[in-house]
């Protein structure tokens, strides 16, 4: 029960509103059950007869005297079914609303993560979150949480009922629900957690698998991994519909249960009532009683079904708990300078988990303007030092200054543009590719686009391929090479005009003509160029220089 308060408490919450729903939706249970009770009183007639009711019947009695019997049935069964349609229509409601604003709650609350955690953790299983689990999540936990809550109300009013018009009666039911739903629950306990289990990891892996086998469709192609892959996602694919059908098994099973506890309950009422006969008063208690089971049991089915299916969904739950409780980082916010002065790395030590270190004791002072080329062999720390000057990496010794003041642990340089070695492009055009206009919302800057064009190469290569700036690039860059992808990312640093320009082998698959270019003009921009590379002939064009290979 626990359990099902937090589930309450970390859904409901996101949005008072969803709160104020859940209440209206008890509400609307409550109604549906007692107008559902009058007709069924309306229909056997038997409380008109049944003094013992009282007040009850005699409010019965002068509808029946005032109105037509028939129309107050057709009315009131309009009004039962009005009410279950809001009933419906507002679960619904509330469940798929609460999944979307869930996707947009956890996808702002990781967007914003430092640029780091992702470098901790497996994408995949946060992309399994919300494309999969999150669906999951409205069909194993709020939609059965809803139902479990409405149908819980219903039976317990009926039951109350059943009570009112007779103490046997209400014994028989409850003893017969007790055995057709306590065993299923009883014995279905730890299967339901394995269930649980596999639904939460097979489709995270899943998910993984199909993301790797895409991303590395080429080395999975060269390596001929196919089957590897092919079989990991068959794999995973089948223990989720084996969780799902045991899921689906245990959760319907009460129903043929129950189905012969009604005749087994007729037989040990007909055991219990003596000299029963049909035609007797007694019969219309009967008849209301069965009348009544008939919708007694559908709630109780509800409720259990909603129990089994939130007990499955538990460690999805876990994890989406884990999710909301995510906090934005909180970033120290300066008040920078409108230009780039200088940056310093002052005796920083950094190393990744246990592995050694890959600077120790390392300083470096770039000055506004400066060109430099840092040099080394592979693993030698060149991407980690741009990465450390970005903001993306922190070092475990040391400080970074920027214009002499400390980049803030969540915070990212705010002067670089960054350019890695496989630049990231959208699947957009190349304009807004490099105005980034589809998200900035600002008017495009003609003349600066212009330049950019021009210095970067871009230019060049739409004239060469008759090309317009309305050209689709393709998923990630999918339609270009990668050196048009790198031309177009050094134009999307320069149109953006940041101060300090970082390239990590940003040249490296250019061909010769268009590196000697695109080299030649960030020589001669205004802007503090810091780039990394393992061309000597690109090393040596630069009057700043760094060997890591002496420093290290």
Do not use: H, W
């Given at each position: 029960m626990t359990n099902i308060v937090n589930l309450f408490r970390n859904l409901f919450f996101i949005k008072n509103s969803?709160?104020?729903?859940?209440?209206?939706?008890?509400?609307?249970?409550?109604?549906v059950a007692f107008t559902e009770i009058i007709l069924i009183g309306l229909v056997a007639e038997f409380l008109i007869q049944n003094e013992s009711l009282g007040v009850y019947s005699k409010q019965l009695q002068y509808i029946f005297d005032n109105f037509n019997e028939g129309l107050v049935i057709?009315?009131?069964?309009?009004?039962?079914?009005?009410?279950?349609?809001?009933?419906?229509?507002?679960?619904?409601?509330?469940?798929?609303?609460?999944?979307?604003?869930?996707?947009?709650?956890?996808?702002?609350k990781l967007i914003y993560q430092n640029l780091n955690f992702f470098q901790k953790d497996d994408k995949s299983r946060h992309i399994a979150f919300l494309v999969s689990k999150i669906e999951l999540v409205i069909h194993s936990i709020v939609l059965p949480l809803l139902n479990f809550s409405s149908g819980l109300v219903i039976s317990f009013i009926y039951l109350i009922f059943l009570s009112y018009v007779s103490l046997k009666l209400f014994?028989?039911?409850?003893?017969?629900?007790?055995?057709?739903?306590?065993l299923p629950l009883l014995f279905s306990k730890n299967i339901l957690k394995k269930v649980a289990k596999t639904l939460s990891s097979d489709v995270s892996r899943q998910v993984h698998f199909v993301k790797t086998g895409f991303e590395g469709f080429n080395d999975l192609k060269i390596w001929k991994l196919e089957e590897f892959f092919s079989n990991q996602v068959g794999l995973k694919s089948e223990n989720i519909s084996k969780a799902k059908t045991t899921n689906y098994v245990w959760s319907l099973v009460p129903r043929s249960l129950i189905e012969t506890s009604v005749f087994i309950t007729i037989g040990i009422f007909l055991i219990l009532v003596s000299n029963f006969d049909l035609l007797s008063n007694n019969s219309i208690v009967v008849v209301t009683f069965f009348l009544a089971l008939l919708k007694v049991l559908p709630s109780f089915q509800q409720t259990y079904y909603s129990w089994q299916s939130l007990r499955a969904g538990f460690e999805i739950g876990n994890e989406m708990k884990a999710y909301l409780e995510l906090k934005k980082p909180e970033i120290k916010e300066y008040n920078w300078p409108k230009s780039f002065e200088s940056l310093e790395i002052k005796n920083i030590n950094f190393s990744y988990e246990n592995e050694t270190k890959?600077?120790?004791?390392?300083?470096?002072?770039?000055?506004k303007g400066d060109k430099v080329a840092i040099f080394g062999k592979s693993g030698v720390g060149k991407s980690t030092l741009l990465n450390l000057i970005s903001g993306v990496n922190?070092?475990?010794?040391?400080?970074?200054?920027?214009?002499?003041?400390?980049?803030?642990?969540?915070?990212?340089?705010?002067?670089?543009?960054?350019?890695?070695?496989?630049?990231?492009?959208?699947?957009?055009?190349?304009?807004?590719?490099?105005?980034?206009?589809?998200?900035?919302?600002?008017?495009i800057d003609q003349e600066k686009l212009k330049k950019a064009l021009l210095l970067s190469g871009v230019q060049d290569y739409i004239d060469e391929k008759n090309l317009s700036?309305?050209?689709?690039?393709?998923?990630?860059?999918?339609?270009?090479?990668?050196?048009?992808?790198?031309?177009?990312?050094?134009?999307?640093?320069?149109?953006?005009e940041k101060d300090l320009i970082l390239l990590d082998e940003a040249a490296s698959a250019l061909d010769n003509l268009a590196k000697d270019f695109v080299i030649k003009n960030l020589l001669n921009l205004k802007e503090t160029i810091i780039l990394i590379t393992h061309d000597k002939e690109i090393y040596d064009s630069f009057p700043i220089q760094i060997?890591?290979?002496?420093?290290s």
């Open positions: 969803y709160f104020y729903l859940f209440l209206f939706l008890i509400f609307l249970s409550v109604l057709i009315i009131i069964a309009l009004f039962v079914l009005f009410t279950k349609f809001l009933l419906i229509r507002n679960t619904a409601q509330v469940s798929f609303s609460l999944g979307a604003r869930l996707i947009s709650v956890v996808f702002d014994s028989v039911v409850l003893i017969v629900v007790l055995i057709a739903y306590g890959i600077f120790e004791n390392f300083s470096l002072k770039v000055l922190k070092p475990q010794k040391g400080m970074i200054l920027v214009n002499e003041m400390e980049i803030n642990q969540n915070q990212v340089n705010p002067y670089i543009s960054y350019i890695l070695q496989k630049p990231f492009l959208f699947d957009l055009s190349i304009e807004e590719n490099i105005t980034l206009s589809f998200a900035k919302r600002k008017k700036l309305d050209y689709i690039v393709g998923e990630n860059g999918g339609n270009l090479s990668g050196g048009q992808a790198q031309r177009i990312a050094i134009a999307r640093a320069l149109y953006s060997n890591l290979n002496e420093i």
